[in-house]
């Protein structure tokens, strides 16, 4: 069975760090780009970071530019985000996803 399990996400004061751990488990071959995205009340879900298969590309979206890192290691199938100088809009339920295979998610809320 194909899955992604997210895991790390919590509370945390404005200005922390956290870090989300996705496990890919079940492929065949190698999962591919791996993406973060996440999603608040109300909002559209919208991508955060991704990272090729090699793990020498990134991306990142602007909000996020500069405080998130990912990475991968692709031995233990499992895609990581740093995560610093958290804000309160980065708070949402944040997604791993691989092809067309999504996780669970893991929340992750900011505030004082």
Known sequence: Q???????GGLV???GSLRLSCVASGFTSSPGAMTWYRQSPGKEREMVAQIST????T??????????T???DNVKNTVYL???NLKSEDTAVYYCKAGSVWGQGTQVAVSS
């Open 70 to 72: 990912i990475s991968r």
């Open 13 to 15: 004061q404005p200005g």
């Open 82 to 84: 740093q995560m610093n």
């Open 59 to 68: 991306f990142y979206a602007a909000s996020v530019k500069g405080r998130f």
């Open 54 to 57: 090699g793990g020498g590309n």
């Open 2 to 8: 194909v899955q992604l399990v997210e895991s790390g």
